[in-house]
């Protein structure tokens, strides 16, 4: 049977840098909802023009677009390991998600609550270089690349994210506590939290020994 993990907590609480370590050496399937957006923004389409101004303000795009796109997920991963990366973020989008899984008789195995405090947010999101290319998400202090702004990966220039400036990043953790925090007393009798302040390896391993 298929496993589903959801990935819950603020902005640059690590869970891309975790989801991406499932994905390399688990075989995950990564679906992060920022992602597939910022997909969107860049190909400019329907769902990007619309989205880019939510984004680009640090607010969450509307519920009815991000659930469509979670169902064309669903359907074309039917029978994969599934990690959702920074969906759900709203009680509506979960209980849309419940109804999906219902209708494919699958049931969400583990949701993992990253927890770290807003002060330290700030710091990695103002840190924080992704390459533009395969997606890798690097630190200038915590996890630098081995050459200067240059992927490891697939040798792109890095790139930092327009909605990583600090008033964006402000109102993305404001978002995050009205909006998406609700979702912990949802999910409560499925939540294993982690400490996302230790290092990344200890909290792969952690997350790895609960799944
Ligand atoms: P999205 O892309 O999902 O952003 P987010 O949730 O704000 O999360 P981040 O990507 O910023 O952080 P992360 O937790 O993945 O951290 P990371 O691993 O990169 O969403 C962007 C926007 O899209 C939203 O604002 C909204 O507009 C829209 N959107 C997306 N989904 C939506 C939805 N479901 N509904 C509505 N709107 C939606 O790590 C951060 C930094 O820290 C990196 O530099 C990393 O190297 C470093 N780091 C990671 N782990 C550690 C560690 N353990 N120690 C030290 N440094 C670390």
Do not use: W
């Not at 496993?3 to 991406?20: D, E, M, R, Y």
């Not at 200038?140 to 240059?150: C, G, M």
């Not at 964006?168 to 996302?196: C, F, G, M, N, W």
């Amino acid at each position: 049977m298929s496993k589903i993990i959801i990935f819950l907590g603020p902005p640059g609480a690590g869970k891309g840098t975790q989801a991406q370590l499932l994905k390399e050496r688990n075989g995950f399937i990564q679906v992060s909802t920022g992602d597939l957006l910022r997909e969107a923004v860049k190909n400019q389409t329907e769902l990007g023009k619309l989205a880019k101004k939510y984004m680009d303000e640090g607010k969450l795009v509307p519920d009815d677009l991000i659930i469509s796109l979670i169902k064309e997920k669903l359907q074309e991963y039917a029978d994969k390991n599934i990690i959702f990366d920074g969906f759900p973020r709203t009680i509506p989008q979960a209980e849309s998600l419940d109804n999906l899984l219902f209708q494919l008789d699958k049931n969400i195995d583990a949701v993992i609550l990253f927890k770290i405090e807003d002060e330290e947010v700030v710091k990695r999101l103002a840190g924080r270089r992704v390459c533009p290319s395969c997606g890798a998400v690097y630190h200038v202090i915590y996890n630098p690349p081995k050459i200067d702004e240059i992927c490891d990966k697939c040798g792109t220039k890095l790139i930092q994210r327009d909605d990583d400036k600090e008033e964006v990043i402000r109102k993305r953790l404001e978002v995050y506590h009205q909006q998406t925090k609700p979702l912990i007393e949802y999910y409560k009798s499925k939540i294993v939290e982690i400490d996302a302040t230790d290092n990344p390896e200890n909290i792969y391993n952690k997350i790895v020994s609960m799944i």
